[in-house]
């Protein structure tokens, strides 16, 4: 067994014609940059790419395993130089279940299968060229067509105030939506952990994953996982996230919730910060609250005698959070020791303060472990770390 890293929801700003996938993605957010920022900089063993229903997509994919740039592996999962991609789409869902739309996750194996779920969707949707489209089936329709094509089925930042789970979609309980035995694992998102969240009865039942929702090239690896398997592909990953055969999530990195943009209760008007309890802004007034991830989270938890046990989840700050590390420190910094992933996990604080200064490095120490000085994020605005 091995230790391998993976961030598995990663968007596609424009195809490789220059055509949009997701409109509020960075337009050099290519599936080509993606690669090989995952590959070369990030340091990343397995990347989730959820825009690959998009044909275009799809078509560039087929173009590069043609070239020898992608192989397809027996196991699942294109292999790029040393990241394997597993093929993604993120959907929403808005049926008559639904409270609000819900953003969900669906991976497969192979192309082929990418190309039949796209085909299939686009007999649903309105624009199957774009990111995160509303598909107009029921959800337990579409998890069980996902079932049939032998892929993984996530819910995703299940409790953003915005397109999500429990932010927006239910009630209470995912079965007012979902069918809970087709669900492979729930996506936590920004203002969330796993300690926030572990005395939620139904989530019981599933892995918790963390990942970053990139939509730009910098915010890859926001959010990841170590994973233990075999060899980074798509059975492995299904393995990992079912705890069999010694496959696992082993940790979890993210940001400390406080840092999150939708932690904090605030005031949809004018952003003031409010108490979980706050009814009308008392700055202006206003009666449009967002409710922050923390209260949405104590109202569905409850006092648990067993706990499934997990893996430790670490407050970790990317490094492009870290004040006064600015580009030309971090190419300084990737020069010397390969990728982030090597920054972040394998060199020491004395390796780094032979490159950076001193009170930088020490600032990278502590963004590894989650020991920097946070201010709160709310209401869409994340949180910022405090340098002195």
Same mark, same amino acid.
């Given at each position: 067994?091995?230790?391998?890293?993976?961030?598995?929801?990663?968007?596609?700003?424009?195809?490789?014609?220059?055509?949009?996938?997701?409109?509020?993605?960075?337009?050099? #957010?290519?599936?080509?940059?993606?690669?090989?920022?995952?590959?070369?900089?990030?340091?990343?063993?397995?990347?989730?790419?959820?825009?690959?229903?998009?044909?275009?997509?799809?078509?560039?994919?087929?173009?590069?395993?043609?070239?020898?740039?992608?192989?397809?592996?027996?196991?699942?999962?294109?292999?790029?130089?040393?990241?394997?991609?597993?093929?993604?789409?993120?959907?929403?869902?808005?049926?008559?279940?639904?409270?609000?739309?819900?953003?969900?996750?669906?991976?497969?194996?192979?192309?082929?299968?990418?190309?039949?779920?796209?085909?299939?969707?686009?007999?649903?949707?309105?624009?199957?060229?774009?990111?995160?489209?509303?598909?107009?089936?029921?959800?337990?329709?579409?998890?069980?067509?996902?079932?049939?094509?032998?892929?993984?089925?996530?819910?995703?930042?299940?409790?953003?105030?915005?397109?999500?789970?429990?932010?927006?979609?239910?009630?209470?309980?995912?079965?007012?939506?979902?069918?809970?035995?087709?669900?492979?694992?729930?996506?936590?998102?920004?203002?969330?952990?796993?300690?926030?969240?572990?005395?939620?009865?139904?989530?019981?039942?599933?892995?918790?994953?963390?990942?970053?929702?990139?939509?730009? #090239?910098?915010?890859?690896?926001?959010?990841?996982?170590?994973?233990?398997?075999?060899?980074?592909?798509?059975?492995?990953?299904?393995?990992?996230?079912?705890?069999?055969?010694?496959?696992?999530?082993?940790?979890?990195?993210?940001?400390?919730?406080?840092?999150?943009?939708?932690?904090?209760?605030?005031?949809?008007?004018?952003?003031?910060?409010?108490?979980?309890?706050?009814?009308?802004?008392?700055?202006?007034?206003?009666?449009?609250?967002?409710?922050?991830?923390?209260?949405?989270?104590?109202?569905?938890?409850?006092? #648990?005698?067993?706990?499934?046990?997990?893996?430790?989840?670490?407050?970790?700050?990317?490094?492009?959070?870290?004040?006064?590390?600015?580009?030309?420190?971090?190419?300084?910094?990737?020069?010397?020791?390969?990728?982030?992933?090597?920054?972040?996990?394998?060199?020491?604080?004395?390796?780094?303060?032979?490159?950076?200064?001193?009170?930088?490095?020490?600032?990278?120490?502590?963004?590894?472990?989650?020991?920097?000085?946070?201010?709160?994020?709310?209401?869409?605005?994340?949180?910022?770390?405090?340098?002195?």
């Amino acid at each position: 067994m091995q230790e391998f890293y993976a961030d598995l929801h990663i968007h596609i700003g424009r195809t490789f014609n220059g055509r949009a996938v997701k409109i509020t993605g960075s337009k050099t #957010l290519t599936l080509a940059n993606i690669l090989e920022t995952a590959s070369a900089r990030k340091g990343l063993d397995i990347i989730g790419i959820i825009d690959c229903h998009s044909p275009e997509v799809i078509e560039e994919m087929a173009w590069m395993m043609e070239q020898g740039l992608l192989k397809e592996l027996e196991q699942g999962g294109l292999r790029y130089q040393e990241t394997t991609l597993i093929p993604g789409s993120e959907i929403e869902i808005y049926d008559e279940n639904c409270l609000g739309p819900i953003h969900v996750l669906a991976y497969f194996p192979t192309l082929n299968l990418m190309r039949e779920f796209s085909t299939w969707m686009s007999n649903h949707m309105k624009n199957i060229h774009l990111s995160s489209q509303r598909i107009y089936c029921d959800a337990r329709t579409l998890q069980q067509k996902v079932y049939e094509l032998s892929g993984l089925f996530i819910p995703a930042h299940v409790f953003t105030p915005f397109k999500s789970l429990f932010g927006k979609g239910v009630q209470r309980s995912l079965t007012e939506v979902f069918d809970p035995q087709l669900i492979d694992a729930i996506e936590l998102g920004l203002s969330s952990d796993t300690y926030m969240v572990n005395n939620i009865k139904e989530l019981q039942a599933y892995p918790f994953v963390s990942n970053s929702d990139a939509h730009s #090239l910098g915010k890859i690896a926001r959010e990841y996982q170590k994973l233990r398997l075999t060899d980074a592909n798509f059975s492995e990953l299904q393995l990992a996230l079912q705890e069999q055969q010694g496959r696992a999530i082993t940790a979890n990195y993210g940001l400390n919730p406080l840092l999150g943009k939708y932690h904090q209760t605030v005031c949809a008007k004018c952003g003031e910060q409010l108490d979980n309890m706050t009814t009308v802004c008392p700055k202006c007034n206003s009666t449009q609250i967002i409710k922050g991830v923390a209260l949405r989270i104590q109202e569905l938890s409850e006092q #648990l005698v067993n706990q499934r046990v997990r893996p430790p989840y670490i407050h970790q700050v990317p490094l492009d959070f870290i004040p006064g590390l600015g580009p030309k420190m971090m190419d300084r910094l990737v020069n010397a020791f390969g990728t982030e992933m090597n920054i972040l996990h394998r060199i020491s604080l004395k390796q780094l303060e032979q490159i950076v200064p001193q009170k930088i490095a020490k600032m990278i120490d502590l963004a590894r472990t989650g020991q920097l000085a946070i201010k709160v994020g709310g209401g869409g605005i994340y949180g910022k770390i405090q340098s002195e």
